[in-house]
């Protein structure tokens, strides 16, 4: 089983558009996934089931020695797809630094998932390297970082990677996907200008070669909590995400054997 954590050094990137999409991507694809709400503001539960906010998830796992995993999964409509919202979580401590006990609760969570038979994990983070973001990152096989095609934005791409970076200290294992550009408007002259900056500030590696534009039917998506890709004319946007896959697929080394 591969986990990854979608992380990025501030909010509004698209970190839950891009781990709620990649997700179905890789569940029609044919792999079992299951998508985890790492981040207290419960974005993936809201964007996926509107009473996320009742359910029992992440936190509660954290914070509660019996509560199982299987208990707090919540299906799809798709075999291959389910979710985990964030939950209650009452008396976590969601700031700080690095919490060895924290982090062990979080290797229980993605060890039950492996022996649960999911082929994949993926956790939409809370934004920074800190807290539980950063307990989930020592634990996990890979990040993904999303980052909004716009000029601030992309001056703290390189601090964001040098912290994942340091962090594989912590978590020798811990691959670098690389930098995901988002709500990228290639009409825009300021959008494509700082897009095309990142990719000349970066190495190749270091950028997918895939970029997500921007797109209103992500909020029509949103509205009525399902991924884009089920939406009638998102098809160029289904191929994004599949191209995603198939690059995270390749640097991941993940064989269509173990699908």
Do not use: H, W
């Not at 992380?7 to 569940?27: E, H």
């Not at 044919?30 to 996926?48: E, W």
């Not at 934004?127 to 020592?138: N, P, Q, W």
């Amino acid at each position: 089983m591969t986990s990854i954590v979608i992380s990025s050094q501030k909010g509004g990137v698209g970190k839950t558009t891009v781990s709620i999409n990649l997700a179905f991507a890789f569940a029609k694809a044919g792999r079992k996934v299951l998508l985890v709400d790492a981040d207290p503001q419960g974005s993936v539960g809201l964007s996926l089931t509107r009473q996320s906010r009742k359910l029992l998830g992440f936190f509660d796992y954290l914070s509660e020695d019996g509560c199982s995993l299987q208990s707090l999964v919540v299906p799809t409509r798709m075999e291959t797809f389910s979710m985990v919202p964030s939950g209650q979580g009452e008396g976590y401590e969601l700031g700080g630094g690095y919490n060895e006990s924290v982090a062990e609760r979080v290797q229980c969570f993605i060890d039950d998932a492996e022996s649960d038979g999911y082929d994949l994990v993926i956790f939409d983070s809370a934004a920074g390297l800190f807290g539980i973001t950063r307990d989930v990152l020592v634990c996990a096989d890979a990040a993904l970082v999303p980052q909004q095609a716009e000029p601030l934005g992309i001056r703290s791409v390189p601090k964001m990677l040098q912290g994942l970076t340091d962090l594989r200290a912590m978590n020798p294992k811990l691959k670098i996907l690389g930098v995901l550009l988002t709500m990228v408007q290639r009409e825009l002259a300021e959008s494509a200008e700082a897009a095309d900056s990142l990719r000349e500030l970066l190495p190749e590696a270091l950028v997918m070669l895939e970029e997500i534009g921007r797109n209103d039917l992500f909020l029509k998506a949103s509205g009525k909590g399902v991924p884009v890709g089920v939406l009638q004319g998102a098809e160029a946007l289904s191929n994004n995400f599949n191209g995603l896959r198939l690059e995270i697929e390749s640097k991941l080394g993940l064989s269509r054997d173990n699908a």
